[in-house]
């Protein structure tokens, strides 16, 4: 009997095991399973805190329900009752300390057409002006592996990328818009400029679409996206689960691998899945030939502040689901949702609950990593006073740290997964690399890479039979 060994229980890791499983009985591979989870829980960045009142998510808060790989897989749970969708409303941007209403008819910031354009409180007329050049220039250089910010910046103009798109996009990605390529955050764009001749023609071309994905766009749960991770653990019933336990190296043992574990035991394997993030592959595989590509990745910081008061989330501007700072300000955050009203499930009597952002990339963090949990909630209750105007004692409270944790691609990103993954597969050819760090921030991406791992170790089973 053959054995394999996922390496981190996030939702990548549960996911390539939920699938594993799947097919081990569908194709009868007698192939023995084993999770290993280093937390005493498995969830990785998801996980619900629920109080007397609030739902807070410590991680991820919803999931893009339009990615291919999410629907099948919540059907298939039998979670579609579950479902809760978010509100939409106007988003908006906190810049010169005051909040302006990102434009309507735009995508991460970038206008779907002329009006929309137009309409921005946040871009002066010159800047106006300068982005219409995007009706009339050629694209000749550009391609998906060429700098987002460079390409939006030749057509659309400084101002407009600097003042509207620039903080929509770096929040999204949390990265540098000069060092973020267009394949891995909007490769639709390039191809937009070369079949319309503009990128806000193209936008104007595909308005429905994205006017559709706009309402129902994110999901979540009842009960919050730990239904997710707790319906997924209770289907892996043919999975031997060990939480709370550490792994110490995995080493290449003749035809198989050995995976040592912090408490001693040793498991032999014959496929390892190291859902884990990079810097905890590196060193669990501990192979100098590997170095130099796992050191090109890099990773970023972020701490979330949930804030719960006694008021009404009425008590918030009109069909507001939230604001992102832009960088002249006196806020410490880089963005605020308004939980409460984006999703309603998150307060039992629709109190207000409020998320705030703080991430690595501001020049605040430095000071702000240094404080303690009582001291960060001071700094995120004066940037909702700020902001909002609210002024009452918070009910709930709940911090969390990503410390070095976030991924953030940059442009050689691609190319340093490319040349990893080549030596591996010469070094270590059934030990695979999974997760966010590698392949897809989202957790729709998560999913499919853990599906598509889950089906090359199930064909290789198969060719070999």
């Known amino acids: 009997m053959k054995k394999a060994i996922v390496i981190g229980g996030g939702i990548t890791g549960l996911s390539a095991m939920y699938y594993l499983q799947k097919l081990n009985l569908q194709e009868k591979l007698n192939l023995e399973l084993v999770l290993i989870e280093r937390e005493p829980q498995l969830g990785g960045k998801i996980k619900t805190v629920t109080g007397d009142e609030f739902v807070m998510e410590v991680g991820a808060d919803s999931i893009v329900a339009r990615h291919a790989s999410v629907m099948p897989l919540i059907e298939d749970l039998g979670l579609k009752d579950r479902v809760v969708y978010n509100s939409t409303g106007i988003s908006y941007l906190y810049a010169n300390n005051v909040l302006h209403a990102i434009p309507k008819d735009t995508v991460f910031g970038i206008p779907m057409n002329k009006e929309a354009l137009f309409n921005s409180t946040l871009v002066s007329e010159e800047g106006k002006q300068a982005a219409l050049k995007d009706f009339d220039s050629v694209n000749e250089s550009f391609t998906w592996d060429s700098s987002i910010g460079e390409f939006l910046e030749a057509f659309l103009g400084k101002e407009l990328v600097e003042n509207q798109i620039a903080p929509v996009l770096s929040g999204v990605y949390s990265g540098n818009l000069h060092e973020l390529t267009l394949a891995s955050t909007l490769p639709y764009l390039v191809d937009y400029k070369n079949k319309y001749g503009s990128i806000i023609k193209g936008f104007e071309a595909n308005k429905e679409f994205f006017q559709g994905a706009a309402n129902k766009k994110f999901i979540s749960f009842d009960e919050g996206m730990q239904v997710l991770i707790d319906e997924m653990e ?39 899945i190291l859902a884990t993030p990079h810097q905890v592959a590196q060193q669990l595989l501990a192979m100098e030939e590997l170095d130099a590509e796992f050191d090109q990745f890099l990773n970023s910081s972020l701490i979330s502040v949930y804030l719960g008061f006694d008021v009404p989330d009425e008590q918030l501007p009109e069909d507001g689901t939230g604001f992102i700072v832009s960088q002249e300000s006196d806020l410490h955050c880089n963005a605020c949702t308004w939980t409460s009203r984006k999703w309603r499930h998150t307060s039992k009597n629709h109190k207000l609950l409020v998320r705030l952002f703080y991430k690595s990339s501001h020049p605040s963090y430095g000071m702000l990593r240094e404080l303690s949990e009582e001291e960060l909630a001071k700094v995120a209750l004066e940037d909702v ?10 009910l709930a409270v709940e911090v969390t740290g990503w410390k070095n944790l976030m991924p953030n691609y940059h442009m050689a990103h691609k190319t340093a997964i490319s040349a990893l993954e080549l030596k591996m597969e010469e070094l270590v050819p059934n030990i695979k690399l999974a997760g966010s760090s590698y392949f897809g921030v989202g957790i729709g991406a998560c999913i499919q890479n853990g599906s598509d791992l889950a089906k090359i170790i199930a064909n290789q089973l198969v060719d070999v039979e």
């Open 234 to 272: 209770t289907k892996l019933e043919h999975v031997r689960i060990l939480k709370g336990v550490g792994t110490k190296s995995v080493k290449k043992d003749g035809e198989h691998y050995l995976v040592v574990l912090e408490g001693g035991e040793a498991i032999e394997a014959d496929y390892v």
């Open 385 to 394: 006073r700020k902001s909002l105007g609210v002024k009452e004692e918070p």
